[in-house]
T-cell receptor, first 112, second 113 residues
Framework: ETGVTQTPRHLVMGMTNKKSLKCEQH?????MYWYKQSAKKPLELMFV???????ENNSVPSRFSPECPNSSHLFLHLHTLQPEDSALYLC???????????FGPGTRLTVT | AQSVAQPEDQVNVAEGNPLTVKCTYS??????LFWYVQYPNRGLQFLLK??????LVKGSYGFEAEFNKSQTSFHLKKPSALVSDSALYFC???????????FGSGTKLNVKP
């Protein structure tokens, strides 16, 4: 599709669980992003990585913990989430920050 | 503070008619602007961008957008709408710090046969 894959596509977790979202890009890009998309709200930028270094943390609660082991992979580790964290989580990549982004299909997260 | 506004939650157009999806922005410094489209159960797809140069930019699927600095707008347009254009459209803006940019709340485009 777009060269950015995300797993799992759907995830249901309890508030005490720990889970991780995975993103992989096959485009040779150097920047990667995590977004949260909730119904009737603007897309929220969560984290930005450039050359595996976190360059932006947009006031995201510590229960969300990103990890970028290399320029092709990005993880979002989740623990003790709240029901209001239920949303579509989108990963994206771009050649460098500030350029057009290519999005994955997203992970639909439901916190029960 | 930087922001972007899409004043219409929904736009309805008949197939074959021209369409416009509006976007206005507020930034300090020179803006760089993007349009993305999202189909159901899919991620966003890049349509077009303005960084510098010609105010009229052309993008994918016959879409174009005009950068208007005096009106701080970047409206998306297409001369003849298709039913397959029905989707959610997002405008995004950034400036200066390439690590920080903002998306609008989205406009749902409905193209009726």
């Amino acid at each position: 599709e777009t060269g950015v894959t995300q797993t799992p596509r759907h995830l249901v977790m309890g508030m005490t669980n720990k889970k991780s979202l995975k993103c992989e890009q096959h485009l040779g890009h150097n920047a990667m992003y995590w977004y949260k998309q909730s119904a009737k709200k603007p897309l929220e930028l969560m984290f930005v990585y450039s050359l595996e270094e976190r360059v932006e943390n947009n006031s995201v609660p510590s229960r969300f913990s990103p990890e970028c082991p290399n320029s092709s992979h990005l993880f979002l580790h989740l623990h003790t989430l709240q029901p209001e964290d239920s949303a579509l989580y989108l990963c994206a990549s771009s050649p460098w920050t500030g350029q057009e982004q290519y999005f994955g299909p997203g992970t639909r997260l439901t916190v029960t | 503070a930087q922001s972007v506004a899409q004043p219409e939650d929904q736009v309805n157009v008949a197939e074959g008619n021209p369409l416009t999806v509006k976007c206005t922005y507020s930034v300090s410094g020179n803006p760089y602007l993007f349009w993305y489209v999202q189909y159901p159960n899919r991620g966003l797809q890049f349509l077009l961008k303005y960084i510098t140069g010609d105010n009229l930019v052309k993008g994918s699927y016959g879409f174009e957008a005009e950068f208007n600095k005096s009106q701080t707008s970047f409206h998306l347009k297409k001369p003849s709408a298709l039913v397959s254009d029905s989707a959610l459209y997002f405008c995004a803006v950034g400036s200066g710090n390439f690590n920080k940019f903002y998306f609008g709340s989205g406009t749902k485009l409905n193209v009726k046969p």
